[in-house]
Every structure is written in C-alpha cells, then in structure tokens.
C-alpha cells in the first residue's frame, strides 16, 4: 500500500513539473514577442534615401536611409557588399522600419555602384536587396588648397578635397594638364604647365561632376577674395556677420548683410542713407585684417566689388581704403547703369585723406593694406535721398612678382 501511495505521488509530481515547465515556456514566448523578438525570415520592400533628393534604393555616402519592409526589429548586422559592416541604432528599429546611413570606407573596400545588401536578424536568419551608392561630385578645400600655393610652369603641385574618386582629368584653363596622379581621395599631384601668365580655373573631373577653383600663379595677377558673404573669403572676417562683429557700419546709415542681397540671390550686403541723421557720413566695412599680398604696385593693384544702385539712383559711392600705418585713401565713383555691375578700381587713382584731389602724397601701398570700407557720399548732407546700394565679391587684385 505504501509503495503504491508512493507511485502515486511521483506521477502526481511529474504532472506539476510538466504543467510548471510548460507554463515557463510559454512566459517566455510571450516575454519575448512582447521584447520583439520574433521568429521569422525578415523581409526588404525598399530602402528610401532621406536626402535632398529622396530615391529609391539608391544614395550617397553618409545619407540618411530608411529600410522599409517587416520582421525588421531583430536586426543584428547589415553588410554591403559583403565586406562592409554598417552601424545602426537598433533602438530606433520598429517591425517595419529600420534607419542608417549609407556606408563608405575605401579602407574596407566600399565602392560606387549597385551591390548588395545583407541583413541578418539574431536568430541568423537573412534577406539581401540591391542598393546603389551614387558617387558625390569631387570637391576642393577653401583654404590651402595648393601646395605650394601657386602655380608656375614645370613645378610639381597638389590640390587637396576630397571625392576624388574615378578621376577622369585634371584641367587649368579648360586643357588637361595631360598626367596626373591620385594619391588618395583627398590629394591630387599634377604638373603646372608652360605658358600661364595670370590667375588660372583649376578643374577637377571625376565620374561623379567635377568642381573648379581659380589657383594664382607665380609672377602673375592674383585675386584674392575679401569676402562673398556667403562664408568665403579671409578667414578672420568671416563670423556670420553677427552684430558687433567683424562687419560693421557706422554714421547715419541703415546696413544689412543677407541672403538674398547679393549676385543671382546669393548673400550680399545693403547699405542706404535716407537722408535723416546728423553725423553727416555714412559707411560700411570689416576689421583690420593681416596685409593679403606682398605687392608693392597700386598701378597694378585693383579693388574689384560687384554692385547694384538700381533702386537708388543718384548714389554717389565713396571707397576708403586703410593701411598699416593708419594712413586713409578715397575715391568716388557715381553710380550709372542698371543691374549688378562690376567696378574695377585702380589704388594709385585714391586720394590721400580724405580728398580724391590729394595726389601728391603718394599712392596706398597694396602690401599694406589692410582695410576697404564702402561708404556713401552725402557731399555736405545734400546727396540723393535715398542713397544707397547693394554690393557683393569684394575683392583684390594684384601683380605678384614672386
């Protein structure tokens, strides 16, 4: 009797274990679908490029894409081109969506092209699409784009940017300069060739566009930008713009620097005179800067600045220029014509001081300068009013001897 009491028991035991272990493993089903993680072969719809220009499994570099399809929150890893490991941020996964930004290491072995996508989940199971990163166009450096940093014939130069990628030719003044080598995709080693005399177009041509940038020349005219308002120029007088900042205005004047104001919509810079005001003078310009060029010829020496009075006629602009020395130069130009204009402004017509007829104290020394400001010429108080003008791509140019 008591061994069958004992039997009993025993079966009874192995009947609650089986209905606890079965319990336990359905908690845990449960637990995990509730975590997401969901048996199951993963399925790609498509991959939308979330650029400036939205596609479909297509995109460059480093743009953001969404991964639309199901079974989609248990991803483990994406491989393109089997070689290349993409990173993703599992937590922003949902079922249907996952987010990452297209890959692009050609230290892994990453290239241009249709190839293919692999996706593997965390219980190894996998789906593949094809997806084709776009080559970007090349671009150039703004600043020390040229080593040295200018071109003379025969000499062994490089440019630097980067995308340098399927480079199809190198060009100065629209002609190839015939061989070139691409150290990386960053650095291009190039010949100048014979014959250039004054600043020249350097080009990049590659698969994807191409890109150009003027390079000054040895014993040529070289321009150098004072500023675009656009955020091109010299450096330290570049801080968008902000007030109390490198660009300013001062007297009875009203001054802004915008989008919109400049060249074809670009940025540019305003300033107007409506005739109230006291301090009778009115002007715009940026801080003292170090001299750009070591060229000691105002008879071969420009101040360039592209200009439209179209909505202020009767202006009369005042040019001052500054050098090392705090020594002040002027010269007045009345606006004519229509539209944006380009003034071209030889230093050695400035006057000394600030009176256009001084020219018996010499002319601004380029190598000195240090300084433009742009003002406008209220001739006693009793100039056009309004005055005024919008002005963009101020600039010098020069004759360097070396």
Same mark, same amino acid.
């Given at each position: 009797?008591?061994?069958?009491?004992?039997?009993?028991?025993?079966?009874?035991?192995?009947?609650?274990?089986?209905?606890?272990?079965?319990?336990?493993?359905?908690?845990?089903?449960?637990?995990?679908?509730?975590?997401?993680? /969901?048996?199951?072969?993963?399925?790609?719809?498509?991959?939308?490029?979330?650029?400036?220009?939205?596609?479909?499994?297509?995109?460059?570099?480093?743009?953001?894409?969404?991964?639309?399809?199901?079974?989609?929150?248990?991803?483990?890893?994406?491989i393109f081109d089997g070689t290349v490991n993409t990173f993703f941020n599992s937590t922003l996964n949902s079922n249907v969506a996952l987010f990452f930004n297209v890959p692009f290491d050609a230290d892994q072995g990453s290239r241009f092209g249709s190839q293919t996508v692999t996706f593997t989940n965390l219980f190894?199971?996998?789906?593949?699409?094809?997806?084709?990163?776009?080559?970007?166009?090349?671009?150039?450096?703004?600043?020390?784009?040229?080593?040295?940093?200018?071109?003379?014939?025969?000499?062994?130069?490089?440019?630097?940017?980067?995308?340098?990628?399927?480079?199809?030719?190198?060009?100065?003044?629209?002609?190839?300069?015939?061989?070139?080598?691409?150290?990386?995709? /960053?650095?291009?080693?190039?010949?100048?060739?014979?014959?250039?005399?004054?600043?020249?177009?350097?080009t990049v041509v590659t698969a994807g566009g191409m890109v150009s940038k003027d390079l000054p020349i040895v014993g040529g005219i070289v321009e150098v930008l004072f500023s675009d308002f656009d955020g091109n120029g010299i450096p330290n007088i570049n801080n968008n713009y902000e007030p109390g900042g490198d660009w300013?205005?001062?007297?009875?004047?009203?001054?802004?620097?915008? +989008?919109?104001?400049?060249?074809?919509?670009?940025?540019?810079?305003?300033?107007?005179?409506?005739?109230?005001?006291?301090?009778?003078?009115?002007?715009?310009?940026?801080?003292?800067?170090?001299?750009?060029?070591?060229?000691?010829?105002?008879?071969?020496?420009?101040?360039?600045?592209?200009? +439209?009075?179209?909505?202020?006629?009767?202006?009369?602009?005042?040019?001052?220029?500054?050098?090392?020395?705090?020594?002040?130069?002027?010269?007045?130009?009345?606006?004519?014509?229509?539209?944006? /204009?380009?003034?071209?402004?030889?230093?050695?017509?400035?006057?000394?001081?600030?009176?256009?007829?001084?020219?018996?104290?010499?002319?601004?020394?380029?190598?000195?300068?240090?300084?433009?400001?742009? /003002?406008?010429?209220?001739?006693?108080?009793?100039?056009?009013?309004?005055?005024?003008?919008?002005?963009?791509?101020?600039?010098?140019?020069?004759?360097?001897?070396?």
């Open positions: 009797m008591k061994k069958n009491k004992e039997k009993i028991y025993i079966q009874k035991l192995l009947v609650l274990c089986s209905v606890i272990g079965l319990w336990v493993f359905t908690s845990s089903c449960d637990d995990d679908n509730e975590n997401g993680l /969901q048996f199951g072969n993963p399925e790609i719809v498509n991959i939308v490029s979330l650029g400036d220009e939205p596609a479909i499994n297509e995109g460059f570099p480093a743009e953001l894409v969404r991964v639309e399809g199901t079974g989609l929150n248990d991803m483990k890893e994406i190894g199971e996998s789906v593949s699409t094809e997806f084709t990163i776009k080559q970007p166009g090349p671009t150039l450096t703004v600043a020390d784009t040229f080593s040295p940093a200018k071109g003379e014939a025969g000499i062994e130069m490089r440019a630097f940017g980067n995308w340098f990628f399927n480079v199809e030719d190198v060009l100065i003044d629209g002609e190839s300069v015939g061989d070139f080598t691409v150290v990386s995709p /960053q650095e291009i080693l190039f010949t100048f060739p014979e014959g250039k005399t004054e600043t020249t177009e350097f300013f205005s001062y007297g009875d004047n009203i001054f802004e620097i915008a +989008n919109g104001l400049g060249v074809d919509g670009s940025g540019g810079a305003e300033i107007v005179w409506d005739g109230t005001g006291s301090l009778g003078f009115t002007g715009s310009g940026h801080q003292d800067v170090a001299p750009v060029t070591t060229s000691t010829d105002s008879e071969n020496a420009f101040i360039l600045l592209d200009i +439209n009075g179209d909505d202020y006629p009767g202006t009369v602009l005042e040019f001052i220029l500054k050098d090392a020395t705090t020594d002040t130069w002027i010269f007045k130009v009345p606006l004519t014509g229509s539209g944006w /204009q380009t003034l071209r402004l030889r230093m050695s017509d400035f006057g000394f001081g600030f009176d256009v007829g001084n020219q018996g104290m010499g002319d601004p020394n380029p190598a000195t300068l240090v300084a433009i400001r742009m /003002q406008i010429s209220q001739e006693g108080g009793a100039g056009a009013v309004p005055s005024g003008y919008r002005y963009d791509n101020l600039r010098l140019e020069v004759l360097e001897l070396d």
